[in-house]
């Protein structure tokens, strides 16, 4: 990529890219797919919200059929099929067992080559899940609506421990292995669980990877914030032997598989829960410091992701689905497990990474395992594409769909993607949603609407987006006008709330255009995606990026307050500010600048202090591209850092008019600091 690509801002990007040419779906795709009734957006449209949803409710199995489609006496707190109970565990396990007991849930691909994928049938995930729920219940106490906190890696033990919990009727909140033991332990305690979950040590890039040394941290940060944990279950990548050096803490760390030796056999009854009782918190990055826990809930959530997962994703039951996510994503939750459960299918699940032992890895195991539908984010194809671009074509595998998701992706990558790795016969959809959404908000549904790269395409049925400008003028739609995207209507994947913390959710999500806080209506209280957005004629919308101080690193959101107060922790910074810098590979990625107490001399010392904070505060995701040591900020003249200029000056932009700062001289001095003379 040239210099100058790497100059365009979000906002610029779409006055850059021009209007691109439509791709349809092939006839053989259109053929077999599961929706191919264009009518689906009439059922969908407002005037039948919100009835409309039945029809993903009536995927599942419950044990009370619900009343009242959407009870909104509580706004915004939405609640979904309200008088209905149901198991989770029940509707991707159980319910498939009399058909399909024989048939891979998982398949697990572990990353070292020399250890072959293993099937995961209905049957074996029943009875693991069984076994573990057991273990769960009457060892460590589990009971509905406790929070169980799971910081594992992608193995197959990650979703049992899942669905045991759900099995339960209790809460899991899964931290991203990636994430430091810090990170970890703030999660712990936000949630209040006292029942840890980790596995000793898994494979990433060749390497097995310490991981339990994580769950003594987040213990420490927990109990410092005065969350006691009781139990740490620790799950080993090689039963029976133990791959971690860190030491099992008496009395609190257990082996599971030698607590297991106690539950082979055991059943538990699923518990059936109220529709609107959590299924599980998913921690994401806000505009301030803390992670908020979103709220998903049991019934809305899981009829929607099955609902999305059949006429979005495509799935059908002999379908290979392979989704390259983390399950400890909110994408891996509604795309590798529960849609995909729910609906009876296959769904691979891959330890490693894709460019591990080279970068034709993802399509050995396309071909090794007949998968034909493809999920991914453009940041791994940006990276597949750059390391392999012409390794799709030395294997045999035939998708018949892609998916990409987390970002905007640039045309000429969207391109590759589907010459390329889909030979042009795979239907592209392009997913736009949030971890805050459940599931999909805009896409094209893969038989009825042409592919437009760079587009996410119009909104999935029951989702009535708009967009409105700073004033809360609607923009007129298909303008090509840019504003804040907002969903007007409520939706079953919606999360309820953040986890204790009401008046948080109400602020961030629904104040800005709520037309009468006192309403009960949901027409008055529009959803705030934070995505800028501008919809074509055609109706398409194409996303520009947050507008919060929000950075998307390869499709994942850190919040810059996080990774600035985690500079603060080195003794020597004074003030600290992160900005997002464009990155080939990655999107974005942070760039920090610190300044230092005074009486400290910058250095490199200092630097890899930064970075060390931040790697152990939050994890190596979050590292930066750049720690400059800057003699001041930029500041206005009631001493607001101008986080604005830093990013122009990072991104070789123009910084604009800085006459009115109060220190005016110090932009030149930084931008000659960072891009020379
Ligand atoms: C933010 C949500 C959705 C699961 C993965 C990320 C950006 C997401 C797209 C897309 C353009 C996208 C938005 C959104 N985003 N998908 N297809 N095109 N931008 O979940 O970490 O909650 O991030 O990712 O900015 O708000 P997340």
Redesign the pocket.
């Known amino acids: 990529m040239s210099e100058k690509n790497l100059e365009v801002s979000e906002a610029q990007i779409a006055v850059h890219w021009q209007e691109e040419e439509y791709f349809p779906p092939s006839t053989e795709f259109i053929a077999q797919a599961n929706m191919a009734d264009a009518g689906v957006f009439d059922r969908f449209s407002l005037d039948n919200f919100p009835n409309c949803f039945k029809e993903y409710a009536d995927l599942l199995d419950w044990d009370e059929y619900w009343h009242t489609t959407l009870d909104t006496s509580d706004a915004p707190c939405w609640k979904w099929f309200v008088g209905g109970k149901l198991n989770v565990s029940y509707n991707c396990i159980d319910r498939h067992l009399e058909k399909n007991q024989n048939k891979a849930a998982f398949i697990y691909v572990p990353e070292p080559v020399e250890e072959p994928p293993v099937a995961i049938t209905y049957r074996d995930l029943y009875n693991r899940v069984n076994e573990f729920a057991a273990l769960l219940r009457d060892f460590c106490g589990v009971k509905q609506g406790d929070r169980v906190t799971i910081h594992m890696p992608m193995v197959p033990e990650l979703p049992i421990t899942m669905l045991a919990c759900a099995r339960l009727g209790a809460i899991h909140s899964v931290v991203f292995g990636g994430f430091s033991g810090k990170a970890s332990g703030e999660r712990v305690s936000d949630s209040g669980s006292n029942v840890l979950v980790v596995m000793d040590a898994y494979y990433r890039g060749g390497k097995l990877l310490e991981h339990k040394d994580k769950a003594d941290q987040a213990v420490k940060v927990a109990t410092d914030d005065g969350q006691e944990v009781d139990k740490v279950l620790v799950w080993q990548r090689y039963p029976g032997k133990y791959s971690a050096e860190t030491p099992m803490v008496e009395g609190r760390d257990y082996f599971v598989n030698d607590l297991l030796k106690d539950y082979t056999g055991k059943r538990v009854d699923p518990v059936p829960v109220p529709a609107e009782d959590p299924l599980f918190l998913m921690y994401?990055?806000g505009t301030t410091g803390r992670p908020k826990g979103c709220q998903h809930s049991t019934g809305g959530y899981l009829a929607y992701a099955a609902g999305t997962s059949k006429y979005v994703q495509d799935i059908h039951p002999e379908d290979v689905y392979w989704c390259m996510?983390d399950i400890g994503?909110?994408?891996g939750h509604?795309y590798i497990v529960y849609g995909p459960l729910a609906l009876g299918a296959s769904s691979v699940l891959f330890e490693g990474v894709p460019t591990f032992p080279d970068a034709g890895r993802a399509w050995q195991i396309a071909e090794q395992l007949n998968v034909n539908i493809f999920h991914t984010?453009?940041t791994t194809i940006r990276m597949l594409r750059k390391a392999g671009p012409d390794e799709p074509a030395k294997y045999n595998y035939k998708f018949k769909h892609m998916t990409?998701?987390?970002?905007?992706?640039e045309p000429a990558v969207w391109r590759w993607y589907y010459d390329v790795v889909g030979r042009g016969e795979a239907a592209i959809v392009?997913?736009?949603?949030?971890?805050?959404?459940g599931g999909?908000l805009?896409?094209t549904l893969p038989a009825l609407s042409p592919m437009k790269p760079g587009s996410?395409g119009p909104a999935v049925p029951g989702i009535h987006p708009i967009i409105y400008d700073e004033d809360g003028n609607e923009v007129t739609p298909g303008s090509n006008i840019a504003g804040n995207i907002c969903i007007q209507n409520p939706w079953p994947g919606a999360f309820q709330t953040i986890w204790g913390d009401r008046d948080r959710y109400v602020k961030q999500y629904y104040e800005r255009y709520c037309a009468n806080p006192e309403s009960k209506d949901w027409r008055d209280w529009p959803y705030l995606?934070?995505?800028a957005a501008m919809q074509a004629p055609d109706g398409y919308f194409?996303?520009?990026?947050?507008i919060d101080d929000?950075i998307?690193v390869s499709?994942?959101?850190l919040g810059t307050k996080e990774i600035e107060s985690a500079c603060l922790i080195v003794n020597e910074v004074a003030e600290a500010s992160v900005v997002p810098v464009n990155d080939e590979l990655k999107g974005k990625v942070p760039d920090v600048y610190v300044s230092l107490k005074p009486g400290f001399d910058s250095g490199k010392e200092i630097q890899t202090k930064v970075i060390a904070a931040i790697d152990d505060s939050i994890g190596k995701i979050a590292r930066p591209k750049n720690v400059y040591i800057v003699p001041d900020m930029p500041k206005t003249r009631s001493g607001k850092i101008m986080r604005r200029v830093l990013a122009a000056i990072s991104n070789n932009q123009d910084v604009g008019d800085v006459t009115t700062l109060a220190n005016p001289e110090i932009v030149d001095e930084v931008r000659k600091l960072v891009q020379g003379e």
């Open positions: 994401t990055s996510a994503w909110i994408t509604s984010a453009p990409t998701v987390g970002e905007p992706i392009d997913t736009w949603w949030q971890t805050e959404t999909f805009c896409s996410a995606t934070g995505d194409r996303i520009l990026g947050r929000v998307n499709g994942h959101r």
